[in-house]
């Protein structure tokens, strides 16, 4: 049998390639275009390609039922929000083809509706920064006088559909506000976006953390950490280098929030540990394969094996995992926080010498076992350069067309 893995221009694609082909599983890579990131790995034993979903979902889940058709794929496994959120809204129909390893919708928009996150969390204790959610512009004069600055402006979803078309939005530095006008020009901005107010937040400061799962019916078969060290943008968004780590602070919050929400698969739940009160506070859930992924299996918990264990034999085998082990995604993500870090922060050399350590390191791409995949990476920051030079997409990878 063989497993189909979509995305195949991302990292933790690339990662669930190696993990799951190391493994024996034939894998076969989607994408949307030709020559993607993880087609130059040597466990690709075939690509596919299918209509972007950044352009139609109705599109993309006919292409991807049309290769259903074609290839006897015994799973489906996906990276990003755009693709791995179809699979969960039709997995029933999916479902009489081939195994989608992802929660049904109804699960699944717990974690997609940041608002019904919070909700969540928040009936169960777990601990979250204040968050107001509103109905309309309008009612922001009623919270005026309540406001304490600085406050994240955050879109209720990170992907929404606006018809069959997906508005991807990022936190960026745009989503940090300092004032009132500054909060009613980036809620109206995300509001005419996609017709629904976004959640206005308390401002958390302190680290963040990623605690990884796999949980079978809502109980934990496996659990990851890591601690960001740096990412990019700056102020908010994908890691570029991490740790494994392990926080007992955070364990109980994240798995009884997965609990609650009867998740089964794959999950990463973040959060910050508040440097005010040293309480980990709910930052956002992702129901899907994460970013960092390659710094999990680094250090010992294979998740893509897992999950594949879970959906084909019912359980999985025991796992621990190294702390203190670190991975870094240098090109492009570091090399853009590197330049972005040498403008905007006071000390220019201590950035340098922070960028320029490569002492026991670990690499999301670059690979002695499997080289290819450079190729690939440096592909991607060729075609994601000329998309900004185009308007096509900002730097912090939001879609702009």
Same mark, same amino acid.
């Given at each position: 049998m063989t497993v189909l893995i979509l995305d195949g221009g991302t990292r933790s694609t690339l990662a669930m390639v190696r993990s799951l082909g190391s493994h024996g599983i034939s894998v076969h890579v989607g994408e949307s275009y030709r020559y993607s990131l993880s087609t130059f790995s040597k466990y690709c034993e075939n690509s596919v390609t299918y209509s972007n979903p950044e352009e139609s979902r109705q599109a993309f889940i006919s292409d991807l039922i049309h290769l259903l058709d074609k290839f006897d794929y015994e799973m489906v496994l996906a990276s990003r929000e755009v693709t791995t959120l179809p699979l969960s809204y039709f997995k029933y129909t999916l479902e009489e083809e081939t195994t989608i390893p992802f929660p049904p919708w109804e699960v699944m928009n717990k974690t997609v509706d940041k608002a019904k996150t919070f909700e969540l969390a928040e009936q169960i204790g777990v601990p979250t920064p204040k968050t107001y959610v509103l109905d309309d512009p309008?009612?922001?004069?009623?919270?005026?006088?309540?406001?304490e600055y600085p406050l994240v402006v955050k879109p209720r979803?990170?992907?929404?559909?606006?018809?069959?078309?997906?508005?991807?939005?990022?936190?960026?530095?745009?989503?940090?506000?300092?004032?009132?006008?500054?909060?009613r020009d980036s809620v109206a901005k995300i509001y005419h976006a996609v017709d629904q107010m976004p959640l206005i937040q308390e401002y958390i400061p302190g680290e963040g953390y990623g605690v990884e799962l796999l949980c079978n019916e809502g109980e934990s078969e496996a659990l990851f950490m890591h601690r960001r060290l740096r990412e990019y943008p700056i102020t908010g968004g994908a890691?570029?280098?991490?740790? +494994?780590?392990?926080? +007992?602070?955070l364990e109980e919050p994240a798995i009884n929030l997965m609990n609650a929400m009867g998740w089964h698969g794959v999950t990463m739940v973040e959060f910050?540990?508040?440097e005010r009160d040293g309480t980990p506070k709910l930052i956002e859930v992702n129901g899907r394969f994460w970013g960092s992924l390659p710094l999990a299996v680094a250090a010992g918990i294979d998740f893509p094996s897992l999950?594949?264990?879970?959906? +084909?034999?019912?359980?999985?085998?025991?796992?621990?995992?190294?702390?203190?082990v670190r991975s870094r995604w240098l090109l492009p993500g570091d090399v853009l926080w590197f330049l972005t870090s040498l403008i905007k922060e006071p000390n220019r050399l201590g950035t340098v010498r922070e960028f320029s350590s490569f002492r026991e390191m670990n690499y999301d791409i670059l690979s002695i076992d499997d080289p290819y995949p450079a190729v690939g990476a440096a592909r991607n920051v060729i075609k994601q350069g000329t998309d900004v030079l185009r308007g096509n997409r900002n730097l912090s990878g939001e879609v702009t067309r």
């Open positions: 309008s009612e922001l004069a009623n919270i005026e006088s309540d406001l979803s990170k992907t929404t559909w606006v018809g069959d078309t997906p508005v991807m939005m990022k936190v960026t530095e745009q989503n940090y506000v300092h004032n009132y006008d500054e909060l890691s570029t280098f991490r740790e +494994s780590t392990y926080e +007992s602070r910050k540990l508040d999950l594949y264990a879970l959906y +084909s034999n019912g359980s999985t085998p025991n796992t621990t995992y190294d702390v203190g």
